[in-house]
C-alpha cells in the first residue's frame, strides 16, 4: 500500500489518493471499496493492481513508459462509485482497474464509455456487468449465471432431500445470484422451503434465524457482498441449529467471514474461481507478495494483478494506448498472466480460466477442494 505521505487528497472524494511520482507518462485508476464493510476487498485489489504495477514497471512498462496509478474509494456503493468514476476520468486516467462490486461495476461503466476509458474488473461476477456494459468493458473472474450452475450441481448431488434456504443480500450481486440459483434448481425438481433477502449492516439477523427455525431449515445458501453480514447470520444460526450447513459464492473469498462466524463457519462451502495461488503460473508473484508484500493474495489479489498484465499486454500488442486500438487487441489476442492464457469474447467476459470450483473453511482458513 502507498505510504501516507505518498498519498495527496482530491476535492470531491474521500480516498482519492495519488502517488508522489503522479505525473508519470501513462495513468490508470484503480477504483474499488477502500472503506466500508467490504474494504479489505479493496485491499486485495489495490496489492495486487499495485504489485503488478510495480513488476511491468520494472519489465520496461508499457510503450516504454511508467505506470502510474490513482486509487479512488467506491465504498462499493452505486453512488459514490460514480463519483470515483467522474474523479478518473477528470484525472485523465487511460484505464480503470475495477470496479469490484457488481453494482459499482454496473453504475459507473457508462461514464467510461463515454469518456473512451476501458475498464476491467477483477471481481465483478453479474452477468448485467458485460451483458449491458459497452464495448469498453471487461472481467477476469467468472459468471453468476454459471456461478449459480455450480451451487446448484453441488446442492442436488450433496445436500438432496434437506430442507433449503436460499438468502440473499440487497444488492444487483445478492439479489440477482440468489435467484438466478433458484432458476438453477428449479430446473433440478427441487425448490427452496424460503427465499429470503436482508439487508446490509444490521446488529442482528434474529428474524432470519427464526425463520431458519421455524422451517427447520438444514441447508442456507447465503449470498452478499459483505462477509462480514453472511458471518454474523451463521453465527446467530448455528446456536439454534448446530448441525445445518451453509453454502455461499465468491464474496466469501474474504476471511472476514471466519472473523466474525468464528467456529460456527467451519464446514461451510463456497463457489470461488479456481485458486490462483495454486498455479505454476503465479508461483512467484505469490511468494513475492507474501515476502515483500507481509500480505496473504487471497481472494481477487491475483485476479487484480491479472488485469493489468492483460491491459498492458494488450497496449503493447496495439502499440498505443488509444482505446479504440487496445480493444481490438484485447478482442482478438491472448495474453499470459498469473491465472493462466486467457483472452476475452465479445461481450468482454473472460476466456481460458476454469469453471467454478468448491471451497470449504476449516477453523483457520479457507482451501479449494480436490
Avoid at 465504498?75 to 470496479?99: I, R, Y
Wanted: charged share 20%.
Amino acid at each position: 500500500m502507498m505510504k501516507a505521505t505518498q498519498k495527496i487528497i482530491l476535492s470531491g472524494l474521500v480516498g482519492l489518493a495519488i502517488s508522489s511520482a503522479a505525473y508519470a507518462d501513462v495513468l490508470v485508476g484503480i477504483a474499488g471499496p477502500t472503506t466500508g464493510s467490504v474494504a479489505f476487498l479493496g485491499e486485495q485489489q489495490e496489492i495486487g493492481a499495485q504489485r503488478a504495477i510495480t513488476d511491468i514497471n520494472a519489465a520496461g512498462g508499457v510503450l516504454g513508459d511508467t505506470i502510474r496509478a490513482i486509487v479512488v474509494d467506491d465504498a462499493c456503493n452505486a453512488d459514490q462509485a460514480l463519483a470515483a468514476a467522474n474523479q478518473l476520468v477528470s484525472a485523465e486516467v487511460v484505464f480503470v482497474n475495477g470496479h469490484i462490486c457488481s453494482g459499482t461495476s454496473i453504475a459507473a461503466s457508462p461514464i467510461y464509455e463515454e469518456a473512451g476509458i476501458i475498464m476491467m474488473s477483477p471481481a465483478s461476477t453479474n452477468p448485467r456487468v458485460t451483458d449491458e456494459g459497452g464495448p469498453n468493458v471487461y472481467r477476469v473472474i467468472g459468471r453468476d449465471d454459471d456461478q449459480a450452475i455450480v451451487a446448484a450441481d453441488l446442492i442436488v448431488s450433496e445436500f438432496a432431500g434437506q430442507k433449503l434456504a436460499v438468502i440473499g443480500g440487497t444488492n444487483p450481486y445478492g439479489t440477482e445470484l440468489a435467484q438466478g440459483l433458484i432458476g438453477e434448481l428449479a430446473k433440478r425438481d427441487t425448490i427452496p422451503a424460503l427465499d429470503l433477502s436482508f439487508a446490509p449492516d444490521a446488529s442482528s439477523y434474529e428474524d432470519i434465524v427464526d425463520q431458519l427455525v421455524a422451517e427447520a431449515i438444514e441447508v442456507a445458501y447465503l449470498v452478499s457482498n459483505s462477509p462480514s453480514d453472511m458471518g454474523l447470520i451463521a453465527l446467530q444460526a448455528r446456536e439454534v441449529l448446530p448441525n445445518i450447513q451453509f453454502i455461499s459464492a465468491d464474496a466469501l473469498s474474504g476471511e472476514d467471514f471466519l472473523l466474525v462466524a468464528g467456529e460456527a463457519g467451519v464446514g461451510t462451502l463456497f463457489t470461488f474461481g479456481p485458486d490462483a495461488r495454486n498455479l505454476p503460473s503465479a508461483a512467484l508473484v505469490t511468494e513475492a507478495i507474501r515476502d515483500e508484500e507481509f500480505f496473504e493474495p487471497s481472494g481477487y489479489t491475483l485476479y487484480s494483478y491479472a488485469v493489468m498484465q492483460a491491459w498492458a499486454q494488450a497496449v503493447e500488442a496495439a502499440g498505443s494506448l488509444d482505446e479504440r486500438s487496445v480493444i481490438q487487441a484485447l478482442n482478438t489476442n491472448e495474453f499470459d498472466t498469473v491465472i493462466g492464457r486467457i483472452g476475452f469474447n465479445e461481450k468482454g467476459d473472460v476466456k481460458g480460466v476454469d469453471n467454478f470450483v468448491i471451497f470449504e473453511y476449516d477453523a483457520e482458513t479457507y482451501s479449494q477442494r480436490p
